[in-house]
């Protein structure tokens, strides 16, 4: 198992993670022009490799007040092995490195994915709900 920052060639790789887990569609925009301009703006994405291949990621991104985490996951295939432990604790180390707080979003259906993100200190902000224009044209 490696965890490393993302390069151009693992654009490919990158998206099946996405497509396969759900994090992936149209209506995000998540080009690779996307991730180099949050990654030239502060942020990273991390990848993690196992068994020979690319099998989870992780997203920073940074708006100068806080660090965002985005498109954390792991394959179906590699999951319950502890890897997404493993990814979010370097994902941790990273943002730390940023200086800035971090925020994250989960579906409230998420029961796997809330319990690690709790378990690792993240706690609800509030009563909040998230709304979003994709398009402001």
């Not at 996951?73 to 997404?84: A, D, F, I, N």
């Not at 994250?104 to 709304?131: K, M, P, Q, T």
């Amino acid at each position: 198992m490696r965890i490393r920052d993302f390069v151009a060639a693992d654009e490919a790789a990158v998206r099946e993670v996405w497509l396969e887990t759900g994090m992936a569609s149209p209506h995000r925009a998540d080009t690779l022009a996307t991730i180099e301009r949050t990654i030239a703006a502060g942020g990273r994405l991390l990848v993690l490799e196992a068994d020979g291949a690319l099998v989870g990621t992780a997203w920073l991104t940074v708006d100068g007040r806080r660090t965002y985490l985005h498109h954390l996951g792991v394959r179906p295939s590699h999951q319950r092995r502890g890897l997404g432990w493993r990814l979010l604790e370097a994902t941790l180390a990273a943002a730390r490195e940023i200086g800035l707080q971090l925020k994250l979003e989960v579906h409230r259906d998420n029961a796997a994915a809330i319990a690690l993100y709790r378990r690792a200190g993240f706690s609800r902000l509030g009563d909040y709900d998230v709304l979003i224009i994709r398009d402001l044209n």
